[in-house]
């Protein structure tokens, strides 16, 4: 009877710990996802901005055409982080600042994802400013 009352407390820690060590690395593993993804559409949308700045009449476009070149900036972005994200997380997007004459862009990307065990929801979040002066 002590025998299978040790074996049973052994494999209830031996679980413990396995659930332990699966949060933590699913948790570094979906931050390093969303890092990893952000800088390559982000590469992406900064090389289609280039053309914008290229331009040479950007600077007299008024500020409609403005929030439209922003807004398809904004979309492209969003397609290219989709296609490099593979998790099942929901991943939100935000233009937190962008000053198109100074270069400026700045976004937020927030990943909500359930952890394996347990039930409960996980968040990473990912800042990244980019500057072409």
Known sequence: MRGVITCSGIIV???LIVMIHASITG???????????????????FDRMGDVYADKYFTTYDAGKRQQILTDLME??????????????NVTVKLIDSDLDR?????????????PFGGRTG??????????N
């Open 103 to 115: 270069g400026l862009f700045q976004i937020g990307v927030t990943e909500e994802y359930e952890y």
């Open 27 to 45: 948790n570094n593993i979906r931050r390093d996802e969303v890092n990893r993804s952000l800088d390559s559409a982000m590469d992406f949308a």
């Open 123 to 132: 968040k990473c979040y990912y800042e990244k400013t980019y500057s072409f």
């Open 13 to 15: 820690v031996i679980a």
């Open 76 to 89: 492209e972005f969003c397609v290219v982080l989709s296609e490099r994200v593979a998790s099942d997380g």
